[in-house]
């Protein structure tokens, strides 16, 4: 994975961690970022960290499919996948080292076991898909971990990168191959 999009990835799971220096308890992670927003309107944007700002859209939103499954549609994103749980929809932005903004737009959720589902498209100000340094990125799918704890998917577009990933990050195991597979070819572009 590119040093671009592993900083995607981080910068948006940084939401979820509030912090870029350790890696706090759970609890300690929902209760800064909870203080952060608190008051929030949907929409509203916050400073959560110096120079990174959040914008949550939804929290534990439902769309629901005939099927208990929810179709997660990005507010300004310009996506939808299909998840089995209840969603948050939120865009966070900061700046790279190379002075670019950067823009993820994710929608994703957790099981009460930790078993995380989240698609996020990552999108820099300046048009490109990753810093021009970067090696050029590939679509594809792959298992992460030994054991394999998790499934990824990338998706290579025009002016951003998109990843779909579900991982079991807790006691919930990975689910069944057809639910892997359900969520991480359900991404379709919404603009």
């Not at 670019?100 to 498209?121: F, H, I, M, N, Y």
């Not at 999108?123 to 298992?143: F, H, M, W």
Request: with cysteine; proline share 7%; hydrophobic share 35%.
């Amino acid at each position: 994975m590119s040093h671009w999009l592993r900083h995607a990835t981080v910068v948006s799971a940084l939401v979820l961690v509030g912090c870029k220096d350790s890696q706090p308890s759970q609890a300690e992670v929902k209760a800064k970022l909870e203080q952060k927003l608190a008051g929030a309107q949907p929409g509203e944007e916050r400073e959560v960290e110096p120079g990174s700002f959040m914008t949550m859209y939804r929290s534990q939103a439902t769309a629901p499919l005939r099927d208990g499954w929810q179709l997660a549609t990005s507010t300004k994103g310009g996506f939808s996948v299909e998840l089995p749980l209840p969603f948050n929809d939120f865009r966070f932005r900061t700046e790279l080292e190379d002075h670019v903004e950067l823009r993820t737009d994710t929608v994703g959720g957790k099981s009460p076991g930790q078993l995380a589902w989240t698609a996020v498209c990552a999108t820099r100000s300046d048009g490109k898909a990753g810093p021009p340094s970067a090696a050029p990125l590939t679509n594809k799918t792959e298992s992460l971990g030994v054991p394999i704890r998790a499934w990824q998917r990338t998706i290579v577009l025009d002016h951003r990168v998109c990843m779909l990933i579900v991982e079991a990050q807790g006691t919930d195991p990975l689910p069944g191959e057809a639910d892997i597979q359900r969520f991480l070819k359900s991404f379709k572009q919404t603009l």
